[in-house]
Nanobody, 125 residues
Framework: QLVESGGGLVQPGGSLRLSCAAS??????MGWFRQAPGKEREFVAG????????YYADSMKHRFTISRDNAKNTLYLQMNNLNFEDAAVYFC??????????????????????WGQGTQVTVSS
């Protein structure tokens, strides 16, 4: 089960850290996606099961940081310098098999099988 938390209301330029409780997923590559109203779900960031490799969508590469603490069974997304376009529901996800993803797979939501319910991020002044 994947359970996101940490969303909320933030002003433009602000920061949030999202968490995903991921018990049982310590050996799984994982990712963050987001979906804004009226838009398709899009890739945000991915991380290998060990945390040694990370992947980002170009528009978020210098503002967002994905990390994980397998001892705490938790995936994180640190988001800095948020803007209006970052407002969305953010989801964490994992593939069906552990240690499964090739580099290109992280960007493709079809490679993920397990999804959390999402956490809402609202950016407003």
């Amino acid at each position: 089960q994947l359970v996101e938390s940490g969303g909320g209301l933030v002003q433009p330029g602000g920061s949030l850290r999202l968490s995903c409780a991921a018990s049982g997923f310590g050996s799984y590559d994982m990712g963050w996606f987001r979906q804004a109203p009226g838009k398709e779900r899009e890739f945000v960031a991915g991380i290998s099961w060990s945390g040694s490799s990370t992947y980002y969508a170009d528009s978020m590469k210098h503002r967002f940081t994905i990390s994980r603490d397998n001892a705490k069974n938790t995936l994180y997304l640190q988001m800095n310098n948020l803007n209006f376009e970052d407002a969305a529901v953010y989801f964490c996800a994992a593939p069906f098999y552990p240690q499964f993803m090739s580099s290109s797979d992280y960007y493709n939501e079809d490679q993920y099988h397990y999804w959390g319910q999402g956490t809402q991020v609202t950016v407003s002044s």
